[in-house]
């Protein structure tokens, strides 16, 4: 425990000064990392933001950014961890070819401190490469009388490599007579060096291969060879040498008669008659010698009759060499007679399934098969297999049997039957073969949920459609079969407005059809979200949604609707009334026709024209506003009442209209107004009553403003002569009425009271049973005019009040308006 505790310590302490010296690289602006060569792009190679504390938004910024000299950057900042990462694939010996350590260079900016921090990455070598040597086969002359010991250079290998990773040994490997010397180069480096180790021989051997194999140490080591081949340079005195010892044939039973069955060689390294070789049987038997034949002169053995491997399966046959010398040499030959593969394997069905579900697992036996070759040997060495990529495999059970077992789960909706094809092949040449079927259906299983055709519904429906409406046919379909393929359909309970969802639209269970049970309203029910559930017939049943919406179409069967003028107005004759005076400009706005419509879309947008009027040439009215306004400056010859049809269309396939009616009457004075009233309440007295009514109410509210307005004037006339019986009671030279004319004053009773003129706006509306009195400030004038214009009529206050006439130039009102004047 204590040595544990000691070595804890250790690798603690270790850590600690790698940190330290890291803060310390870091505090004076030098970071140094360590990367492989050969990683990929976007290698990690160091914790820049870490190591240095910048902040991430810094960098995601790009206030932070690497740079270096080279013409390849090859490294980047992640611009989200703040690592330093590999921008390109870095090869260590194309960059660092004649330097041991590799060390690339770069620095870090970050623009915001104006701080550059230096960077050195160390490039570590890989075994990347193996050792090679220039020339890939070297040839070497020596005479054979060469002494041993002799050495002689060979080509040195190269591995651009470092470190462990670079070369290592060298190793000689093909012949006795020659080892492998490596001297040390005055660098360290390695200097291979051929050895004669044994005397050379040529009659022995005339030339020598050899392989000269480098080895680095890397893990795993990488090797590179090169051959070299000796040539031994000539000194009778040798007998035939056959070139093997013994020889072996093995000749198949049914080979044709003729047939050249081996030729055996023997050499004489001598020249001339004495290097001339015979060959001949130095001990054959009676069967044997006829059954074969030997060429003195070539040494080819051919055969006399046919061979039987059920007679005999081996012959051995003694051959002798002689040269002209008298010299010999014997060999061995052996001739194996092969059986001929003439009998197929046989395979046998045992047992076997007819019917599988296709929940089976995984291992489950299918079929239990005997197979066997009356051959021998290879012939009848059988080897089963499987035809075609199938979800099953062969097992062998015991001696010549095998087992067919699924080696997948099955998929009926894939494959529901399958002929499992089983082939036996023996190992002859040509190899034979034969096969057994195994037919095998897949049962179902309800492993599939209906699929509906599409992954959501939308249909489109016009509204005031007939109850029962077909609106559109969802389809499912199940990939099992039988019973579980039965697909019905419902709807998913739902409401609507308050309302079940089942008393709008329904399903028909078996084919999908969906109908409208009711007929729908645009603008009540614009659009219908459900939801449709298709179930199968297993057990248990499976079950799929979909999603379908319904889209209520928009039809034109609204009518607009006029809001203004109402309806009940423009029934009853004159009492809906438009005001306009006779000194009105062209364009002058007279009144507004408002209309909605219940629809949407195109047959929602409204249009307006006149369709009939007491003066066509009168009134105009806006397309699409519905502004009714004058479309020239009345005349002194128009009459004072007129009827306007206002007829409005919307934009519907086909069009539907409304029409609405409005009374304007023209008068430029209340007296003007309440005579036409008058006249036109006469006129609508025998219809009935709610005319006059309507009138007499007109009537009280004028006199409800105009009692109004004299009481204000009775008030300001008690101020003034308050006022005026307190300046009585001041010097008489008081300034309090310094400056403003006398004709600005009028007496009453003694009383000098200051006066100006005031403009009252009555403005009397028969739509909105409102009126309105306004003080015009822009009216008033410190002058009274003598009497009033000859062209405009008598004031509403009579003749006898000089203050109540006209101002000299009234600006005319933009609407039906009643002007009184104090």
């Known amino acids: 425990m204590c040595a544990a505790g000691r070595r804890w310590c250790r690798r603690q302490r270790a850590l600690l000064w790698a940190v330290l010296l890291a803060a310390w690289e870091a505090a004076w602006g030098q970071l140094r990392y360590s990367v492989p060569e050969e990683m990929p792009k976007g290698s990690f190679v160091g914790d820049v933001a870490k190591d240095l504390g910048l902040q991430l938004p810094e960098i995601r910024d790009n206030a932070v950014r690497v740079v270096s000299e080279s013409r390849t950057q090859y490294f980047a900042l992640h611009g989200k961890t703040g690592h330093l990462v590999t921008a390109e694939r870095i090869d260590r010996e194309q960059l660092c070819e004649s330097v041991q350590q590799c060390v690339l260079r770069c620095e870090l900016i970050v623009e915001g401190e104006m701080q550059v921090y230096g960077i050195q990455v160390k490039i570590t070598d890989i075994n990347d490469n193996a050792p090679s040597f220039r020339e890939a086969e070297t040839e070497l002359k020596m005479i054979e009388t060469t002494a041993p010991g002799s050495q002689f250079p060979l080509t040195e290998a190269h591995d651009p490599d470092s470190?462990?990773?670079?070369?290592?040994?060298?190793?000689?490997?093909?012949?006795?007579?020659?080892?492998?010397?490596?001297?040390?180069?005055?660098g360290g480096d390695q200097r291979p060096e051929l050895v004669l180790a044994k005397a050379l021989d040529r009659e022995e051997a005339a030339f020598h291969e050899l392989v000269l194999r480098a080895m680095d140490g890397g893990d795993p080591a990488r090797t590179g060879t090169a051959r070299i081949r000796v040539t031994v340079l000539d000194a009778n005195d040798n007998a035939p040498v056959f070139s093997q010892a013994e020889y072996t044939v093995r000749v198949p039973e049914d080979v044709p008669v003729g047939s050249t069955l081996l030729t055996i060689l023997a050499?004489?390294?001598?020249?001339?008659?004495?290097?001339?070789?015979?060959?001949?049987?130095?001990?054959?038997?009676?069967?044997?010698?006829?059954?074969?034949?030997?060429?003195?002169?070539?040494?080819?053995?051919?055969?006399?009759?046919?061979?039987?491997?059920?007679?005999?399966?081996?012959?051995?046959?003694?051959?002798?060499?002689?040269?002209?010398?008298?010299?010999?040499?014997?060999?061995?030959?052996?001739?194996?007679?092969?059986?001929?593969?003439?009998?197929?394997?046989?395979?046998?069905?045992?047992?076997?399934?007819?019917?599988?579900?296709?929940?089976?697992?995984?291992?489950?036996?299918?079929?239990?098969?005997?197979?066997?070759?009356?051959?021998?040997?290879?012939?009848?060495?059988?080897?089963?297999?499987?035809?075609?990529?199938?979800?099953?495999?062969?097992?062998?059970?015991?001696?010549?049997?095998?087992?067919?077992?699924?080696?997948?789960?099955?998929?009926?909706?894939?494959?529901?039957?399958?002929?499992?094809?089983?082939?036996?092949?023996?190992?002859?040449?040509?190899?034979?073969?034969?096969?057994?079927?195994?037919?095998?259906?897949v049962l179902d299983v309800n492993d599939n949920a209906p699929v509906f055709a599409e992954e959501r519904y939308s249909a489109r429906l016009a509204e005031n459609n007939a109850a029962g409406a077909l609106v559109l046919t969802v389809r499912a379909t199940d990939a099992d079969w039988g019973q579980n393929v039965r697909v019905r359909y419902r709807l998913a309970e739902g409401r609507v407005r308050?309302?079940?969802?089942?008393?709008?639209?329904?399903?028909?269970?078996?084919?999908?059809?969906?109908?409208?049970?009711?007929?729908?309203?645009?603008?009540?029910?614009?659009?219908?979200?459900?939801?449709?559930r298709a179930e199968d017939g297993g057990a248990p049943a499976l079950s799929s949604n979909v999603s379908v919406r319904l889209q209520i179409v928009d039809e034109n069967d609204n009518a607009p609707q006029v809001l203004y003028p109402p309806a009940a107005a423009a029934a009853a004759a004159w009492s809906g009334v438009e005001l306009a005076p006779r000194r009105s400009e062209a364009g002058a706005l007279v009144a507004k026709v408002v209309a909605v419509d219940a629809d949407a879309g195109q047959n929602a947008w409204l249009s307006y024209e006149l369709a009939k009027a007491t003066e066509p040439g009168l009134?105009?009215?806006?397309?699409?506003?519905?502004?009714?306004?004058?479309?020239?400056?009345?005349?002194?010859?128009?009459?004072?009442?007129?009827?306007?049809?206002?007829?409005?269309?919307?934009?519907?396939?086909?069009?539907?209209?409304?029409?609405?009616?409005?009374?304007?009457?023209?008068?430029?004075?209340?007296?003007?107004?309440?005579?036409?009233?008058?006249?036109?309440?006469?006129?609508?007295?025998?219809?009935?009553?709610?005319?006059?009514?309507?009138?007499?109410?007109?009537?009280?509210?004028?006199?409800?403003?105009?009692?109004?307005?004299?009481?204000?004037?009775l008030l300001l006339l008690a101020l003034r002569l308050r006022r005026c019986h307190r300046q009585q009671l001041l010097p008489p030279d008081s300034g309090a009425s310094r400056g403003v004319p006398v004709s600005h004053f009028v007496g009453i009773d003694g009383v000098r009271a200051f006066?100006?003129?005031?403009?009252?706006?009555?403005?009397?509306?028969?739509?909105?049973?409102?009126?309105?009195?306004?003080?015009?400030?822009?009216?008033?004038?410190?002058?009274?005019?003598?009497?009033?214009?000859?062209?405009?009529?008598?004031?509403?206050?009579?003749?006898?009040?000089?203050?109540?006439?006209?101002?000299?130039?009234?600006?005319?009102?933009?609407?039906?308006?009643?002007t009184i004047l104090a």
């Open 267 to 441: 050499t004489d390294a001598d020249e001339g008659l004495n290097g001339e070789i015979k060959y001949s049987f130095k001990k054959i038997t009676d069967k044997s010698s006829q059954t074969f034949q030997l060429d003195s002169d070539t040494g080819a053995i051919t055969l006399l009759r046919s061979l039987d491997f059920e007679e005999d399966d081996s012959y051995k046959l003694q051959v002798q060499a002689h040269d002209g010398g008298g010299l010999f040499d014997t060999t061995e030959v052996e001739v194996t007679v092969a059986d001929v593969n003439d009998n197929v394997p046989e395979i046998s069905v045992r047992s076997a399934l007819s019917e599988i579900s296709e929940d089976a697992p995984s291992g489950t036996v299918v079929a239990l098969l005997h197979v066997r070759d009356r051959d021998s040997g290879a012939n009848g060495s059988v080897r089963c297999s499987l035809y075609k990529d199938v979800p099953f495999r062969l097992e062998k059970a015991f001696d010549d049997y095998y087992r067919v077992v699924t080696a997948r789960e099955l998929d009926r909706e894939q494959v529901s039957e399958y002929n499992v094809t089983v082939r036996a092949a023996d190992g002859g040449s040509p190899s034979l073969q034969s096969s057994a079927v195994l037919a095998l259906r």
């Open 163 to 186: 470190g462990q990773n670079s070369l290592q040994s060298y190793e000689l490997s093909g012949d006795e007579h020659f080892s492998l010397a490596v001297q040390a180069g005055p």
């Open 755 to 818: 006066l100006q003129s005031y403009s009252h706006d009555v403005s009397l509306t028969a739509d909105s049973r409102k009126s309105h009195l306004r003080f015009s400030a822009a009216s008033c004038c410190d002058t009274l005019p003598a009497r009033p214009p000859p062209d405009e009529p008598a004031p509403l206050l009579g003749d006898e009040d000089p203050a109540g006439a006209l101002p000299s130039d009234p600006a005319p009102p933009s609407g039906p308006i009643l």
């Open 619 to 713: 009134f105009r009215v806006g397309l699409h506003s519905g502004e009714v306004r004058t479309a020239r400056s009345p005349l002194a010859r128009d009459a004072a009442r007129h009827s306007l049809v206002v007829l409005v269309r919307d934009h519907g396939r086909p069009a539907l209209s409304a029409t609405a009616t409005l009374s304007v009457v023209l008068a430029e004075s209340v007296a003007e107004l309440l005579a036409e009233l008058g006249s036109a309440a006469h006129e609508a007295a025998a219809p009935g009553e709610p005319a006059a009514s309507l009138t007499r109410w007109l009537v009280l509210a004028v006199a409800a403003v105009s009692c109004l307005f004299v009481a204000f004037l």
């Open 498 to 532: 308050g309302a079940p969802l089942s008393s709008y639209v329904s399903v028909q269970a078996e084919t999908g059809a969906l109908y409208a049970l009711r007929s729908l309203d645009y603008e009540q029910l614009r659009e219908l979200q459900l939801c449709v």
